[in-house]
């Protein structure tokens, strides 16, 4: 079946970096696109927003404005692996961040894996 385990959330301080990582199994991962959302606080479990993608091959990337110049995704396919690189945080980061993947029609997430950018 399909996993995805989040891991790399802590606390830190405006202006630091956090490095996210998702680890996948139960599918070819390097066949697949991936995502990061993330879920702010006060928000409804369904309120993902999306944060990035990286495509299959990780040649094409995108990111939500609110990130871009900020953020970096990517992947390595021998270790199945994804990557968040998050530099110059901002208070507003603050969430719980999710990999994705749309596998055979299906929407899965990680557990998560809790931002906290607070002095």
């Keep these: 079946q399909v996993q995805l385990v989040e891991s790399g959330g802590a606390l830190v301080q405006p202006g630091g970096s956090l490095r996210l990582s998702c680890v996948a199994s139960g599918f070819t991962f390097s066949d697949y696109p991936m995502k990061w959302y993330r879920q702010a606080p006060g928000r409804e479990r ?3 927003v999306f944060v990035a993608r990286i495509s299959a091959s990780g040649r094409t990337i995108d990111y939500a404005d609110s990130v871009k110049g ?4 990517s992947r390595d396919n ?3 692996t994804l990557n968040l690189q998050m530099n110059s945080l901002k208070p507003e980061d603050t ?25």
């Design 70 to 73: 900020r953020f970096t995704i």
């Design 78 to 80: 021998a270790k199945n």
């Design 46 to 48: 369904g309120e993902r």
């Design 95 to 119: 969430a719980v961040y999710s990999c994705h993947i749309l596998y055979r029609g299906n929407n899965y997430w990680g557990q998560g894996t809790q931002v906290t950018v607070s002095s």
